[in-house]
């Protein structure tokens, strides 16, 4: 007998529960993967996000080659896709991770409709791509916490699932047919700088992680130029780590560095139950504050493009360009700025980061886009983070600034923290530097802000 094991944001052989089940119902396997045309339509097959996934398919067909297998990869419909191999290979059963975006929920409902009209079935496994499944906890009456201190007591309480081995050995029937693998090197307009993909390089970084960097986690997460976070952010998006697997880790090593990094964790899953309970909440606003949002292209412009003339912003989204990926305290910095200095749709911005980010996540970042434009889960809805303010704290010598806007990182008269703030050099050397003024006052934002929203 055959089965499906349909590897969707779950790209590994340890812990997947989905291929687990896939071998312990058959003799044969086929692991499939489809480069889904849907995901292409809804704009959200970004290069860096093709590029990372090309690795992560190369390396997971290695894996499966040296336990005698190969992953069958097929370019369409995943829907009609798998339908086909199934009919090709008599496979009765397909095996899949849940998801919850309201995309993966079309996706999946299709899928079983197809299978079932033919006789055959979809076994949906919770759990693979997080460490509590949406809706695992609850508050009384309600289908979601809509704050996360209270989910994370929950969330801290419960036991996840065994972590489970990677298989020792997959027989993958002749008789499925695969296209070709997608190269890294066919995808144009990466980010210079974006890291390689796979579980062998995931599962690598975890173990430099543990072993020299969780420590100092818990104090220097905030630490702009330190770059002290685990940068696990593609890797638990693509599921090339396991979440599940990470927490039991972690938990057994110990430690404030490990606790906290836990704790980050449950973020993911805390904005995974939001979003499985109010799929809309990926474009409309999930609390609504009755924003009209000013549409200003030139000043939106200037934040993509990081020439909004304030360093610490415009370093952070040149660091997206660069890598693909942003550190967290930028993240939250460049979004204040956007959605509460500059008044702008935080569409705008979560669309960009899209475009860009290589752990571009829906529930990931469409809710965290919300949480900072105050239209979301935070408990304080209208804090403006000041960047000047939050440069001074978390890139006080300013190694940060330096690193992404070389035209700052030259200027002598800009030693140390005095990078932060360009306009106060003498006129002459500030017209010789290739660097915009600010293009908002800062008081002047806030004051918008708050009539905006009706504080004042
Ligand atoms: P670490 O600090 O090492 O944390 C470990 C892991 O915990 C991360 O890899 C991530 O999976 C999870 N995590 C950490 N913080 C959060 C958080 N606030 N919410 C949810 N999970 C979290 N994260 C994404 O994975 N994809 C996105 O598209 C995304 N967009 C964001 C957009 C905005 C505006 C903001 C403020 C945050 C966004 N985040 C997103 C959350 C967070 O910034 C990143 O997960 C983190 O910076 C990734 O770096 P790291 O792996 O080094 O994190």
Not at 18 to 38: H, N, S, T
Not at 162 to 174: G, N, Y
Not at 215 to 244: Q, V, W
Not at 311 to 332: C, K, S, T, Y
Request: aromatic share 8%; with cysteine; glycine share 8%.
């Amino acid at each position: 007998s055959v089965s499906i094991a349909l590897f969707t944001a779950d790209l590994r052989l340890h812990d997947n529960p989905v291929l687990r089940a896939a071998q312990r119902d058959a003799d044969e396997v086929v692991p499939l993967f489809v480069r889904d045309e849907g995901v292409r339509a809804a704009g959200f097959d970004a290069p860096n996000r093709r590029a990372f996934l090309a690795d992560c398919l190369h390396d997971l067909d290695a894996g499966l080659r040296a336990r005698g297998g190969r992953l069958v990869v097929r370019e369409g419909d995943a829907v009609t896709e798998t339908c086909r191999v199934a009919h090709a290979t008599g496979a009765r059963d397909v095996h899949v991770a849940a998801d919850v975006s309201g995309f993966a929920h079309r996706r999946e409902r299709r899928l079983r409709e197809a299978l079932e009209a033919d006789g055959r079935r979809l076994h949906v496994h919770d759990a693979v791509t997080c460490v509590l499944a949406p809706g695992a906890v609850t508050p009384q009456g309600k289908d979601h916490f809509a704050v996360f201190t209270p989910y994370f007591r929950r969330w801290e309480g419960e036991r996840p699932r065994d972590v489970l081995p990677a298989p020792r050995a997959v027989s993958v029937p002749e008789s499925a047919e695969s296209g070709a693998l997608p190269a890294r090197s066919d995808v144009a307009d990466v980010s210079p700088r974006l890291a390689p993909g796979g579980e062998d390089e995931g599962r690598e970084r975890f173990r430099r992680w543990t072993s020299d960097g969780v420590d100092a986690y818990e104090d220097r997460h905030d630490d702009l130029p330190g770059d002290a976070t685990s940068r696990l952010s593609p890797h638990l998006h693509f599921g090339t780590l396991s979440a599940t697997e990470l927490v039991a880790r972690s938990r057994s090593r110990g430690g404030a560095g490990a606790e906290a990094f836990v704790r980050q964790l449950a973020w993911r899953d805390f904005h995974r139950q939001v979003l499985a309970a109010r799929p809309a909440a990926s474009y409309a606003d999930y609390r609504t504050r009755h924003d009209s949002w000013r549409r200003d292209e030139r000043a939106a412009t200037a934040w993509r493009e990081g020439r909004t003339g304030y360093p610490v912003i415009d370093a952070a989204m040149r660091q997206l360009r660069e890598e693909g990926w942003m550190h967290n305290r930028a993240r939250l910095l460049t979004a204040s700025f956007l959605t509460k200095t500059l008044y702008v749709d935080w569409r705008v911005g979560a669309r960009h980061f899209l475009d860009l980010l290589v752990d571009g996540d829906i529930a990931n970042n469409q809710l965290n886009w919300q949480w900072t434009a105050g239209t979301g889960t935070d408990t304080r809805p209208n804090r403006v983070l000041n960047p000047l303010t939050q440069a001074k704290r978390f890139d006080p010598d300013g190694g940060y600034v330096r690193r992404y806007v070389p035209e700052l990182a030259a200027t002598d008269a800009l030693r140390g923290g005095r990078v932060h703030t360009p306009w106060k050099l003498p006129a002459e050397e500030r017209r010789a530097l290739d660097y915009p003024e600010p293009i908002v006052d800062l008081t002047d934002g806030l004051n918008r802000f708050r009539v905006a929203r009706g504080l004042d």
